[in-house]
């Protein structure tokens, strides 16, 4: 069904959008000792969780509430600083929603229903007309209006976004089945035999965790699944089944309202829940065109912005220059001739003479002694690195110092520099 797009009022100004963000992120490791996979950093100056509250808020989408949960600390912190430009008087609002024992009887979330159902009060204050429920860990940028428009058009009861995904990857997501006119028919949860979809073996359906609903049926649909004591109270194991056989579900193509630069040529969304996978997403950022444009001043991706020098680059002798290729270097960077190639480094970098870092994620406040060569490598905030250590030429060393997976990434961080 096509989407008005001529709308007078934007659905987006009636909506409120409810970020889920308490995810352990426990496939990450020890990336998330210390904080929530959505405030793990990412592109060089943000964190994950700033794309869902940049899609909701270039959305037109002013109204945002953040459930948080497991190791909230620094994630809390960010949006205190990045995201405290919500202002009252113009009808916004930003809150931060930690697990607070909010309802007799509870204490942490139980599941993605539970974390809307414990501050309903909390919605009601702010009586949207919709609720768009996003998840605060996945990296892509999108257009809520879209979805909302589609919503309303197929009165639907809740809306589902979708993506395609192969379908040997397809294990790791909720697998939707669609009619002719976009209605689910069929939901199954990280199922070990993807269905694909209908006419293309190879691909299937996968659920966003994006759901839109009008908002006094969300409310009478987490009441009722809270008093369901066979609930497991999530929206992808329990709620949205239970809306497919009951009610009206829809899907939304997230090739409709993905956004998308003239240098994006395909939709993007990432899930980047492994050590491979962020990884890979943020080396993907130093191609000459990368499949997510950051650069995109019309759909810019906020977050809270440090007052700091720009990066340096020093010394200019044979073997010793400080140079970076095919690279992206965040401010209060010094680059002491070293040589950075294929890279993402992070804000506060020192990088001495003498050292080589090839295809390497560098994040915040990392100090890499003279003479190291690093290759393939996660390097964890505030990191120090010993003169000479060499990582990434030689597997069965690097498996016994660091966390290494399959495909030779090595994730470094401070507790195992300490044990060498």
């Known amino acids: 069904m096509p989407i008005n797009l001529l709308r007078t009022?934007?659905?987006?100004?009636?909506?409120?959008?409810y970020v889920l963000a308490g995810g352990r992120g426990s496939r990450l490791h020890e990336l998330c000792d210390n904080r929530a996979k959505p405030a793990v950093y990412f592109g060089g100056k943000s964190r994950i969780i700033d794309f869902a509250l940049s899609n909701a808020f270039n959305s037109g989408i002013h109204r945002i509430g953040v459930a948080t949960q497991y190791k909230a600390h620094s994630l809390i912190r960010h949006m205190q600083r990045g995201w405290n430009f919500f202002r009252p008087e113009r009808n916004e609002s930003f809150d931060i929603l930690p697990?607070?024992?909010?309802?007799?009887g509870a204490s942490w979330y139980a599941g993605t229903a539970d974390a809307v159902y414990q501050n309903i009060d909390i919605i009601e204050t702010y009586n949207p007309e919709y609720v768009i429920i996003l998840a605060g860990d996945h990296v892509y940028k999108m257009d809520c209006e879209h979805m909302l428009q589609q919503h309303v058009e197929?009165?639907?009861?809740?809306?589902?976004?979708?993506?395609?995904v192969p379908v040997k990857e397809a294990t790791a997501f909720g697998v939707i089945h669609v009619d002719e006119n976009d209605v689910i028919v069929d939901f199954v949860e990280k199922p070990a035999n993807p269905p694909h979809i209908p006419g293309n073996p190879h691909q299937a359906l996968a659920s966003m965790g994006i759901y839109v609903f009008n908002t006094r049926f969300l409310i009478d649909q987490v009441r009722r699944d809270a008093a369901d004591p066979h609930s497991g109270h999530d929206f992808g194991r329990d709620m949205i089944p239970y809306l497919v056989k009951y009610g009206k579900a829809v899907a939304h193509s997230f090739s409709r309202s993905c956004v998308r630069s003239r240098a994006e040529a395909q939709p993007y969304w990432r899930d980047v829940g492994t050590i491979d996978s962020f990884w890979e997403a943020n080396i993907d950022l130093t191609a000459v065109v990368p499949q997510l444009d950051l650069f995109d001043h019309n759909w810019p991706i906020?977050?809270?912005?440090?007052?700091?020098?720009?990066?340096?680059f020093v010394h200019d002798e044979q073997g010793r220059r400080g140079i970076a290729v095919s690279s992206l270097v965040a401010s209060d960077t010094i680059i002491?001739?070293?040589s950075i190639r294929r890279s993402l480094l992070f804000a506060g970098a020192r990088i001495h003479s003498y050292v080589f870092v090839d295809n390497s994620v560098i994040l915040p406040n990392v100090d890499i002694a003279r003479g190291a060569r690093l290759r393939n490598v996660v390097v964890d905030k505030g990191v120090r690195i010993p003169e000479k250590l060499v990582v990434g030429e030689d597997p069965e060393l690097d498996a016994k110092r660091f966390r290494r997976t399959d495909r030779g990434i090595c994730l470094i961080t401070q507790t195992m520099i300490d044990r060498l």
């Open 9 to 17: 009022a934007p659905l987006a100004r009636s909506t409120m959008a």
């Open 99 to 104: 697990a607070s024992q909010r309802i007799a």
């Open 154 to 164: 197929q009165s639907a009861d809740i809306t589902v976004a979708v993506f395609e």
């Open 302 to 312: 906020w977050t809270f912005a440090e007052i700091s020098p720009p990066a340096k």
């Open 336 to 338: 002491s001739g070293a």
